[in-house]
C-alpha cells in the first residue's frame, strides 16, 4: 500500500511541475488535434484539448502529421508505424500517452474518410436485387440492428451500415461485397405478388440440399454445435444459424388449410418474405378452400357484410357531402376490403381470428349505413320502393328484406317477390317498350321500300 500511494503522489508532482513549467515557459509550445482542428475548423484554447509534446517525439511530429490532402493509404501506413512506437515506448510514459492519441486520431481520420469518401456519396448501390441505403448515425427504435449476413451486431452510432429500401435487408459496410440472398422485394415482384407456398412445410431432407445451408451454402456438420441444421417451416429447406434466426411467423399454408394460426420458425429470407407480403391481399380464400366459410362463422359474416359494403359504396362515389367527408376510403378500413369481396391477406386472417377485424368492419359499416339511410337526404332519395306492393316505404339493396332483380336491377321486397311468382313488373314493362320500339322501326322500314326508295342511298349519292 505505502509503494503504491509513493507512486501516485510521483504521478502528481510530475503531472504538477509539468504544467508549471508549460505555464511559465514558452520555449515547449503545445500542438492542438490536427484532426479536430480539421473537423470544427477552429482550434480550442482550453487546456484539456491540448496535449504536451514530449521532446523525444519532436523529431516523429511531421511524420505523424495530419493534414487536409492526406490519402487514405498514407494513414494507414502511419497507422501501423504509430502502431510500432507505441508498443516500443515505455508503458505509463509521456511518449506513449501522446502516441495513443495520435493513434486514435489517426483512425478516426481513416474513418471520417471511408464515409465522405466519393464512392459513398454515389447513388445508393443495388446488389441482388437490393437498394441498398446508408444509414449513417440511425438509432433503431425497435431494438439493436444485426447483420443479415455475418449475423453480427450493429453498433448504429459507430459504424456505416446500409439498409435495403424494399425488404429491410440490414448489412455492415464491410460486407457489402459478401451478400448472398436475392432482396425478396425481387422474388415477389417477379411472380406478380402470389409467391406463397402452398404446401405444409414441403421438407425434402439435407441429402438434397448435399448437406449445405439452403443460402450460404456452409457445410452444414452434425458434430460442431456451430454450423447446426436449422429447419424452415416455410420453404422445408435447411439453413444454418447465421441464416436462419429462429424467426416464428405465421405459415399461410397452414392458415389456409387447416386455419392454424400457431406461429413457427422460419429462416431470415422467409421471414422478410412473409413481412412484405402479409397486408397484401393476395390469397383468394374462397378458392382455395371454400370448406373454411362453414368451418369460421366469422368468414361467412365477413363475406356478407363486405358485398353489401359494395353496394353502398355505389352511393357514396356520386355523392358530394360523402366526399367531403372521406367516405368511403377514410373510414379507417382497409381499402380492399370495400373494392372486392373475395381477396384476403394473412393480416386480415391473423386479425379475423383475433376479433378485430370484425370490430373494425362493423364499424365502417355502421358509418356508410347511417350516411345514406340517416344522414344525406341525396343518397336517400336513391333508394328504391317496391313496385310490387306500392308500399312508401324505402328500400335498399343491401337490406336482409329485399331481392334484387338480375335483369333490371330493380328492388322489391322479398316477400312480395314470392308472391308474384318471381316477376319483375319493370321487365315487363320494358319488354314491352322495346317490343313497341322495334314494331315501330318494321313499319317504318316497310313504307320506305314501299315508295320505292333505296335506304342504302345518301343524299350525297343521288347528287
Known amino acids: 500500500m505505502v509503494d503504491i500511494k509513493n507512486n501516485v503522489n510521483e504521478i502528481?508532482?510530475?503531472?504538477h511541475e509539468s504544467k508549471i513549467r508549460t505555464n511559465s515557459s514558452d520555449t515547449v509550445p503545445s500542438t492542438p488535434s490536427s484532426s479536430s482542428d480539421y473537423m470544427t475548423g477552429e482550434a480550442d484554447d482550453s487546456s484539456e484539448s491540448k496535449v504536451v509534446i514530449p521532446f523525444s517525439l519532436k523529431s516523429v511530429e511531421n511524420t505523424l502529421s495530419l493534414s487536409k490532402d492526406t490519402s487514405?493509404?498514407?494513414?494507414?501506413?502511419?497507422?501501423?508505424?504509430?502502431k510500432l512506437m507505441v508498443l516500443e515506448s515505455a508503458e505509463c510514459s509521456d511518449e506513449r500517452k501522446w502516441l495513443v492519441r495520435r493513434l486514435i486520431e489517426l483512425r478516426l481520420r481513416v474513418q471520417e474518410l471511408r464515409e465522405t469518401s466519393k464512392e459513398n456519396l454515389l447513388e445508393t448501390p443495388v446488389i441482388l436485387g437490393h437498394h441498398l441505403v446508408p444509414q449513417k448515425y440511425y438509432i433503431t427504435t425497435s431494438g439493436p440492428a444485426y447483420c443479415d449476413h455475418c449475423s453480427g451486431a450493429i453498433w448504429t452510432m459507430l459504424q456505416s451500415w446500409y439498409m435495403c429500401s424494399d425488404c429491410k435487408f440490414c448489412c455492415h459496410w464491410k460486407c457489402l461485397n459478401n451478400i448472398r440472398r436475392v432482396c425478396v422485394h425481387v422474388i415477389a415482384s417477379e411472380t406478380g405478388g402470389y409467391t406463397y407456398t402452398k404446401d405444409i412445410c414441403p421438407e425434402q431432407g439435407l441429402s438434397s440440399q448435399g448437406y449445405r445451408c439452403a443460402e450460404c451454402k456452409v457445410r452444414i456438420i452434425f458434430k460442431s454445435?456451430?454450423?447446426?441444421?436449422?429447419?424452415?417451416?416455410?420453404?422445408?429447406?435447411?439453413?444454418?444459424?447465421?441464416?436462419?434466426?429462429?424467426?416464428?411467423?405465421?405459415?399461410?399454408a397452414r392458415v389456409i388449410r387447416n386455419w392454424d394460426m400457431e406461429p413457427r420458425l422460419v429462416s431470415r429470407a422467409a421471414a422478410q418474405l412473409l413481412t412484405l407480403l402479409e397486408e397484401r391481399s393476395v390469397l383468394l380464400l374462397e378458392e382455395l378452400n371454400p370448406k373454411l366459410f362453414t368451418l369460421v362463422p366469422?368468414?361467412?359474416?365477413?363475406?356478407?357484410?363486405?358485398?353489401?359494403?359494395?353496394?353502398m359504396k355505389r352511393y357514396l362515389v356520386l355523392c358530394p357531402e360523402a366526399n367531403n367527408q372521406?367516405?368511403?376510403w377514410k373510414i379507417g378500413i382497409r381499402i380492399h376490403m370495400i373494392e372486392n369481396s373475395g381477396n384476403y391477406s394473412i393480416r386480415d386472417l391473423i386479425d379475423l381470428n383475433n376479433g378485430m377485424l370484425l370490430e373494425e368492419i362493423r364499424t365502417a359499416y355502421d358509418t356508410m349505413h347511417t350516411h345514406i339511410t340517416e344522414q344525406c337526404e341525396l343518397c336517400k332519395a336513391r333508394g328504391h320502393l317496391c313496385e310490387l306492393c306500392g308500399?312508401?316505404?324505402?328500400?335498399?339493396?343491401?337490406?336482409?328484406?329485399?331481392?334484387?332483380c338480375h335483369q333490371c336491377l330493380a328492388v322489391h321486397h322479398r316477400a312480395c317477390w314470392s308472391k308474384r311468382n318471381h316477376c319483375c313488373p319493370r321487365c315487363t314493362r320494358l319488354q314491352k317498350?322495346?317490343?313497341?320500339h322495334d314494331q315501330q322501326t318494321l313499319d317504318t322500314d316497310d313504307c320506305i321500300t314501299e315508295n320505292g326508295l333505296d335506304t342504302s342511298e345518301t343524299p350525297s349519292d343521288t347528287t
Open 225 to 252: 454445435a456451430w454450423v447446426e441444421s436449422r429447419l424452415c417451416d416455410y420453404s422445408g429447406l435447411y439453413y444454418c444459424q447465421r441464416c436462419h434466426w429462429n424467426t416464428a411467423m405465421v405459415i399461410p
Open 326 to 328: 372521406g367516405l368511403p
Open 72 to 82: 487514405e493509404e498514407y494513414l494507414k501506413d502511419m497507422i501501423d508505424e504509430c
Open 298 to 311: 366469422d368468414l361467412s359474416v365477413v363475406k356478407k357484410m363486405r358485398q353489401e359494403m359494395q353496394m
Open 391 to 404: 308500399n312508401d316505404e324505402i328500400i335498399y339493396p343491401w337490406d336482409a328484406s329485399s331481392i334484387i
Open 433 to 436: 317498350r322495346r317490343s313497341l
Open 12 to 15: 502528481h508532482d510530475n503531472n
